[in-house]
């Protein structure tokens, strides 16, 4: 299966794709799940793709913005 960061550059660009189109590049199909366990979906119009890769953006800039707050609460002088 692809690497999590192919998978996301290939998200991507198949949004790219899409907005540049004006949706006529779809339908384009991800596969979320495992490579045991995979499970596909397909995103026909332009209103459903850009719906779910702004969420997926803003819960990854969520993520990372968390985790950076942890990580700099962290006081590594207790380990040195």
Known sequence: ??????????????????????????????KFGTDD?????????????TDFYTKEMVFVQRTLAAGWKKKDAVDLSLYQ
């Open 37 to 49: 366990e995979p499970v596909y979906y397909e995103f026909n119009t332009l209103e459903n793709l």
């Open 1 to 30: 299966g692809y690497s999590s960061a192919a998978s996301d550059v290939y998200k991507r660009q198949a949004y790219d794709l899409a907005v540049q189109t004006d949706g006529t590049s779809l339908p384009v199909r991800f």
